[in-house]
């Protein structure tokens, strides 16, 4: 395959990624409307346990099928690959309905662990349970989208997964509004209905598979047919490399939702115990702006600019396997720059106008907490995304282990935090815990980086700064906006709408300006804009 061919598909993949990740973030205003605070509770209750059982029953596999598939393909041996897929199907089948079987009859075990109220535990339960009916299928649809990859064809993971997301979320949205809005019924049975959609869109994204998969089988037939076969390894040994390709991919995918389910774990035992003037429905609108409504609002900025970043990766492994190790630097510089640049002040213009967000995606009512958890929350992003963009360096300079030490550290760290964060901070104690755990994470890999690269981190810091002191500046004019309004708190949806939208406006405005006028927008992002290019020949 042509470099602009594997590249065109590269990016038709990341463009899918990214678009499927807006959508499932964007997806919980709509919810949030149909079943409010404690539909939400429940959602993201059940969905935690899940993402983890979900990131275990694959192992990781999409990525390490790919990999462990394209390296047998680089040498002619086709058949090697086509075996590791006959049988793997068999086994993301076996490990889907164990995990299955897990989350199903484990519901009450997972309820019970988390010390939720006991009117709530039977609903739980009840959501847990049919979400885990999409844990079946999805393992088995992993690994034909790695095995694709493999063969560098991004376009049948491309479509899958979009066609998943649009129904998951298309199905659960008009079938919880039938039934709640409608038919005026249970907001307990509209958020089973959208749990269950996960199902329903993974039965979707296999049939479109499955489509690619008779398409192309007469010649992935011919390939494997023809194949040169120099070593036939048996495999126990097949599936060994594979699982030291994906155990990294596992790690790097299940950091944030390990937090989270720290997080459910905790947060009911010791707010309940440190702040016993909580009602139940405060309570449950905290642990759903953490775990739900304010983490999907932080995750955009996010996804945009790891998913940028994280572009530049595959060269970084590229110039580390040839020694250029100036190059390497200049790579990891380009992609910690981006991700510092489009994550700033993105979090920052976030955090401020947190309030006027809240209230204008969700509720003026719960505002008073879900604007406050947004306020602290939302930094945690830049943290989120540094972690994700050094682990990636660290996987292409063949130093993966480190993110799994780090990883596990960060860990450590939140798990003896929480409770007594949680005390003294209240709301905002398990954002600071999180934060310290992922700030050693992300030295531990930094660490890594400069011992293995010799790279030097003084360039960066000097751009960090010139960013922050811009997004100083950006915050100071926002809020000249809130002077005249006379407070950062809206009092009415449109009050949230027009401000939200000048905050957006003017700080965007004054960073684009002072980036633009500095040069800092053209070294940071290059001549990939025609404005920044012909401001730059001129």
């Given amino acids: ?81 086509r075996r590791l897929f006959r049988s793997g199907l068999l086994l993301m089948t076996l490990t889907g309905f164990v995990g299955f079987l897990i989350m199903f009859f484990g519901a009450s075990a997972i309820v019970h662990l988390s010390d939720v109220h006991p009117e709530d535990v039977d609903e739980l339960v009840f959501v847990i349970r049919v979400l885990s009916f999409a844990l079946i299928i999805v393992p088995a649809m992993s690994l034909i989208r790695g095995y694709f990859q493999g063969f560098q064809s991004m376009g049948p993971t491309a479509l899958s997964q979009t066609i998943e997301q649009v129904v998951r979320i298309g199905f659960g949205l008009i079938a919880a509004f039938i039934v709640v809005e409608v038919f005026h019924g249970s907001k307990v049975m509209g958020v089973a209905l959208v749990t269950f959609g996960a199902f329903v869109g993974a039965i979707a994204g296999l049939i479109v598979l499955i489509r690619y998969w008779m398409k192309r089988k007469p010649h992935l037939d011919k390939l494997a047919n023809n194949s040169v076969v120099k070593d036939r390894p048996k495999l126990a040994s097949m599936y060994k490399e594979l699982i030291s390709y994906a155990i990294p991919f596992v790690c790097v995918g299940l950091a944030n939702q390990i937090y989270l ?26 642990i759903a702006c953490l775990m739900n409504l304010d983490q999907k609002l932080i995750m955009i900025p ?55 967000i809240y209230g204008l995606f969700y509720d003026l009512e719960g505002m008073s907490i879900g604007g406050e958890i947004l306020r602290w929350y939302a930094p945690s992003a830049i943290l989120f995304a540094l972690f994700s963009v050094s682990a990636a360096i660290l996987q292409g300079i063949n130093r993966q282990k480190v993110t799994i030490l780090s990883l596990g550290i960060g860990i450590l760290l939140k798990l003896i935090l929480n409770p007594l964060f949680i005390k003294w901070f209240a709301l905002t104690g398990s954002i600071w815990a999180t934060d310290i755990g992922y700030f050693f994470s992300i030295l531990i890999n930094f660490v890594a980086i400069r011992w293995e690269t010799l ?59 002072l980036s633009v006028f500095s040069g800092l927008a053209r070294q940071v992002i290059g001549d990939r804009i025609p404005f920044l290019r012909r401001r730059a020949r001129s």
Avoid at 302 to 331: C, F
Avoid at 471 to 491: E, K, N, W
């Fill in 261 to 286: 389910q720290v997080d459910q774990f905790t947060l009911n035992h010791f707010m309940k115990d440190f702040h016993q003037a909580l009602s139940n429905g405060d309570l449950e609108l905290i």
């Fill in 1 to 81: 395959m042509s470099g602009s061919t594997l590249m065109r598909g590269t990016f038709i993949l990341s463009v899918a990624i990214f678009f499927t990740k807006l959508i499932g973030m964007l997806f919980t205003i709509p919810f949030y409307h149909i079943v409010k605070e404690h539909g939400v509770y429940l959602y993201s209750f059940a969905y935690n346990p899940y993402a983890i059982i979900l990131s275990i029953s694959t192992v990781g596999v999409p990525l390490a099928v790919s990999k462990f598939v394209a390296k047998y393909n680089a040498i002619g041996d086709y058949q090697t690959g």
């Fill in 455 to 513: 790279y030097n981190y003084t360039f960066i810091a000097k751009r960090t700064l010139l960013i922050c002191i811009f997004t100083f500046i950006m915050a100071l004019g926002i809020g000249v906006i809130f002077f005249f309004h006379g407070g950062a708190v809206p009092h009415t949806k449109t009050q949230s709408l027009v401000y939200t939208i000048l905050g957006v406006i003017v700080g965007g405005a004054i960073f684009a300006v």
């Fill in 302 to 356: 996010v996804s945009l600019s790891t998913a940028l970043a994280l572009s530049v990766v595959p060269s970084v492994s590229a110039s580390y396997a040839l020694g250029d190790r100036r190059e390497m630097q200049i790579k990891i510089t380009k992609a910690l720059q981006l991700t510092l640049f489009l994550t700033i002040p993105a979090v920052v213009g976030l955090s401020v106008l947190s309030h006027m």
